[in-house]
Nanobody, 124 residues
Framework: QVQLVESGGRLVQTGGSLRLSCVAS????????MAWFRQAPGKEREFVAA????????DYANSVKDRFTISRDNAKTTVYLQMNTLKPEDTAVYYC?????????????????WGQGTQVTVSS
């Protein structure tokens, strides 16, 4: 069992930056691929970014590519999402997810563990 806790979400202005954190409990964190998803009211959960267990490979949704960066610190069992040049359309609840696999995926059902989410609001 893996427990995930997100933090860092808050209200920011358009063009601002924010860093989200996701702290994982449990052993063997370095064997888990990690990802960030987001969900706005009335919309489907949307893939944002993913990273392999060793941090060697990443994947980004086109909507956030060149603005967001996913990273991890396995010694701290933490994954981060650095968000720059924020836009109002980035407003959503952001969820951290974990998957015990080596290949990256954008499909939510392939992730085994989920955090409770953290709210990011970007003012216009």
């Amino acid at each position: 069992q893996v427990q995930l806790v997100e933090s860092g979400g808050r209200l920011v202005q358009t063009g601002g930056s924010l860093r989200l954190s996701c702290v994982a409990s449990g052993r063997s964190f370095d064997y888990y691929g990690m990802a960030w998803f987001r969900q706005a009211p009335g919309k489907e959960r949307e893939f944002v970014a993913a990273i392999t267990g060793n941090g060697g490979s990443t994947d980004y949704a086109n909507s956030v590519k060149d603005r967001f960066t996913i990273s991890r610190d396995n010694a701290k069992t933490t994954v981060y999402l650095q968000m720059n040049t924020l836009k109002p359309e980035d407003t959503a609840v952001y969820y951290c997810a974990a998957r015990r696999a080596t290949r990256l995926t954008r499909i939510p059902r392939y992730y085994d563990y989920w955090g409770q989410g953290t709210q990011v609001t970007v003012s216009s």
